[in-house]
């Protein structure tokens, strides 16, 4: 072993300990502590044993299915206590991800290999579609991938907190296990496989839906925090028009965006209602009282249509404006695409 790769592993070490110095301070429960600590030794006398390279591997390995086997109660114990942590420690929740997904790969792997044998039976696509097809329309399918967004849009996938990095590197798996999730609870099955397969047929072919949804997150997301600036990092954004956007542009242009519908969209609400009541006002019977609430509300009525007048021209152009920039930000989450298993 190289004296760099030595430095490597040397330094994964002091990570691994000062992370479980940090939890050890969080963790309330002895036997958890307990276990922490015998981990930490192990991480501790790790470098004594570089030099013996094969002692070292059956050594740990030896060690570890120990733990494994004694511990393992508590073992499910500490994830669970993790997960608490993270959403207690705002801190923490990254690296509690990255453990988490990891762990859950790991597991899922194991499960997949214990499950096959040599006479198991493929899934047909067919046979996946019709399942879709029983349990799912095209608007329960939407509002299942609504529910996801919003969730992963206010949790892991927080534009105003993640880079486009950690999006592109984790977009696939958080989707596949928060549909997966959701899957499994509508069908009632307790094949992981036919729910596996059922979750990347409906996250394939949604992909583009998706991505444009979470398009429609970053930009709203850019006028409330200036995460934007750190979720797109060096990165511009090149609309339909071959216009280059930046952070800053686009935070400019949300801002202003977001303030001209909602100015148009308020006047013509306010113009909708006035009308129902002047329509309303038209069926009763004319009292001195009610002639003078009509004027009121028709010159009401008739300030409200031309600022909508005023405002249509302006509106037109800049929700064309919107739409290609959303054009731009769905092609920049789409453009590393990874493949969804069938």
Not at 77 to 100: F, G, H, P, Q, S
Not at 195 to 207: E, K, Q
Not at 242 to 267: D, P, V
Request: include cysteine; charged fraction near 35%.
């Amino acid at each position: 072993m190289t004296e760099e790769a030595k430095d490597q592993k040397q330094e994964i070490l002091v990570r691994i300990k000062n992370t479980l110095e940090l939890y050890q301070e969080n963790v309330p429960m002895d036997q958890y502590l307990f276990l922490a600590k015998e981990y930490k030794r192990m991480c501790l006398s790790f470098d004594k044993l570089l030099s013996k390279e094969k002692d070292r591997n059956r050594k740990f390995i030896e060690v570890k299915r120990e733990l494994l086997t004694v511990h393992q109660e508590e073992i499910k114990n500490l994830k669970n206590d993790i997960k608490t942590i993270a959403i207690e420690n705002e801190n923490l929740k990254r690296d509690v991800l990255k453990y988490t997904m990891i762990v859950k790969d790991q597991e899922n792997s194991k499960a997949q290999e214990n499950s096959k044998t040599i006479n198991e039976k493929p899934i047909l696509q067919d046979e996946i579609n019709n399942l879709i097809i029983k349990h799912f329309s095209e608007e329960q399918i939407k509002i299942l991938l609504d529910d996801v967004i919003i969730h992963l849009a206010s949790t892991t996938l927080d534009f105003s907190k993640i880079t486009l990095s950690f999006f592109d590197d984790n977009k696939i798996i958080l989707l596949q296990r928060a549909i997966y999730r959701r899957v499994m609870v509508i069908i009632e099955s307790d094949s992981s496989s036919i729910v596996s397969a059922i979750t990347n047929t409906i996250l394939r072919d949604h992909y583009n839906y998706v991505h444009k949804e979470f398009a429609n997150k970053v930009l709203k997301a850019s006028n409330i925090s200036r995460g934007v600036f750190k979720f797109f990092e060096n990165n511009f954004v090149e609309d339909d028009t071959g216009t280059r956007w930046n952070s800053f542009a686009i935070t400019r242009f949300m801002g202003e965006y977001l303030k001209q519908t909602e100015s148009y969209y308020y006047n013509k609400d306010e113009f909708e209602k006035y009308s129902a009541r002047l329509q309303e006002l038209s069926l009763m019977d004319e009292t001195d009282e009610k002639m003078a609430e009509r004027k009121k509300v028709e010159k009401l009525v008739s300030l409200y249509k031309l600022r909508i007048a005023d405002e249509e021209g302006k509106i037109s152009d800049i929700i064309e404006k919107y739409k290609s920039l959303l054009e731009g930000v769905t092609k920049t989450l789409l453009q590393k695409r990874i493949i969804i298993k069938k």
